[in-house]
């Protein structure tokens, strides 16, 4: 992959860079997207339609914000911005480091941000209560 930066000139055209920046984004968020369709599609292949299915119903112990992991954005900010600016700026041929590096930062911030917490811990803070149990 070094090669081919420093073969085919990628290093010294910045508009083509980005464009590389932003597909890597999107290729994070896709990877985010098939994992969680085969981790359901897994589970739903465990479950039997044959047995009676319940579902647990859990209220909020007091009114709050349902996300509030939104507090790590601005980190995740400065951190792309830094992925950013080294990736623009550098033009040895070890971009494609770069893009691996924020590709994974953004993966890790799909998983948390749009996955689901785990129950287990918002019960044991008490943010959540039990409230009942219903046949579906």
Known sequence: VTNAFKSYDISHNISFKLGLFVL??????????FI???????????????ETK????????????????????PILFVMVIGCLGFYIFTDN????????????????FFTVILGMLPLRESYEKQEIIFDRIEKL
């Open 24 to 33: 890597f984004i999107a290729l994070a968020y896709l990877t985010f997207r």
């Open 54 to 73: 319940y579902q647990i119903v859990f209220k909020l112990a007091r009114p709050q914000r349902q996300l509030k992991l939104y507090k790590l954005l």
């Open 93 to 108: 041929g070890t971009e494609a480091s770069i893009l691996i590096i924020n590709s994974i930062i953004f993966l890790g």
């Open 36 to 50: 969680a369709f085969v981790v359901r599609h897994n589970l739903q292949q465990k479950l039997s339609s044959k």
